[in-house]
């Protein structure tokens, strides 16, 4: 698992909003973990600049809010 980084807050269209902190940008679609090791959603949009990208996950959870300021990974590709 790597970390992909820290929620920021819910977006309007109730996406998970977080900022990369890993150096390896994942592949939309990508699955996100909980430190759990629970599935929260999948990595649904990568904006911002390439420098310090954002990342947008859609959840897959029915309280998405309850996750916010948590830390969520993705699963590291070979």
Known sequence: MKRLGKILHLSKSRSLILK??????????????NSKLKQVGVVYDIFGPTSA??????????????????????????
Do not use: F, N, R
């Open 20 to 33: 990369l902190e890993s150096d390896v940008i994942p592949k939309l679609g990508s699955q996100v973990w």
């Open 53 to 78: 990208p954002y990342i947008a996950v859609k959840p897959t959870i029915p309280e998405p809010s309850t996750c916010v300021g948590k830390i969520l990974y993705v699963a590291q590709e070979h």
